[in-house]
């Protein structure tokens, strides 16, 4: 059981580059996020979505694109990126039907913009 | 809006000793759930417990439990006999019922001196 997948781990982007971060998980959630970490910031919600074709945006969502075509993946796409994105990048799911629920989160990516 | 705050950036103990560290909330509903989480060099993010508001025993996982105080608004992770291993950044988070985002506190990096 893989959990949460994300790919890749790190990335280096030019400003002004596009690109996607994957996110996949194989315990059929309804729930997926994306959160970014910065430095004294915490993890703030980019976007979220509760279910196939369903999405809506979280507190920091500018700059981002979300999609959830199927229950296992959820990308994240920077249309174009800049220097305010560098971060390290979390994906999360958990199970709808249950309160309370733990959120699993894959390993994160760093993506640094320069 | 809801909002959680962890007043302490760093704190270090020595091994085997005792450590507590603070989380505050802020909310005015009254079902919700708590939670720790750890994140380890390796960034991956692990959940460490959960409370849930309406339970007004504290919970417990082996070395670590938490003093909640609901009145208080008040969630704080004191972990027992510390390890090595319990070196990592950790996060007090907390979601309302009925909904899926996780609010996260700036989190406490802890270290554990041999």
């Known amino acids: 059981n893989a959990g949460v997948t994300q790919t890749p781990k790190f990335q280096v982007l030019k400003t002004g580059q596009s690109m996607t971060l994957q996110c996949a998980q194989d315990?059929?959630?309804?729930?997926m996020s994306w959160y970014r970490q910065d430095p004294g910031m915490g993890l703030r919600l980019i976007h979220y979505?509760?279910?196939?074709?369903?999405?809506d945006q979280g507190e920091v969502p500018n700059g981002y694109n979300v999609s959830r075509s199927t229950t296992e993946d959820f990308p994240l796409r920077l249309l174009s990126a800049a220097p305010s994105q560098t971060s390290v990048y979390f994906c999360?799911?958990?199970?709808?039907?249950?309160?309370?629920?733990?959120?699993?989160f894959g390993q994160g990516t760093r993506l640094t913009v320069v | 809006a809801q909002t959680v705050t962890q007043s302490q950036p760093e704190m270090s103990v020595q091994e085997a000793e005792t450590v507590t560290l603070s989380c505050t909330y802020d909310?005015?509903?009254?079902?919700?759930?708590l939670f720790w989480y750890k994140q380890p060099p390796s960034r991956q993010m692990i959940l460490v417990i959960r409370?849930?508001?309406?339970?007004?025993q504290n919970a417990t996982e082996n070395r670590f439990s938490v003093n909640f105080q609901k009145a208080a608004k008040s969630f704080s992770l004191k972990i027992s006999d510390s390890q090595l291993g319990d070196t990592a950044m950790y996060f007090c988070?907390?979601?309302?019922?009925?909904?899926?985002?996780?609010?996260f506190g700036t989190g406490t990096r802890l270290k554990v001196l041999a």
């Open positions: 909310t005015s509903e009254s079902n919700y759930y």
């Open positions: 999360a799911s958990s199970y709808r039907a249950t309160e309370g629920v733990e959120a699993f």
């Open positions: 315990m059929n959630h309804e729930y």
């Open positions: 409370q849930e508001a309406y339970k007004q």
């Open positions: 979505s509760v279910g196939a074709g369903i999405t």
């Open positions: 988070a907390f979601t309302l019922s009925g909904t899926y985002k996780y609010i």
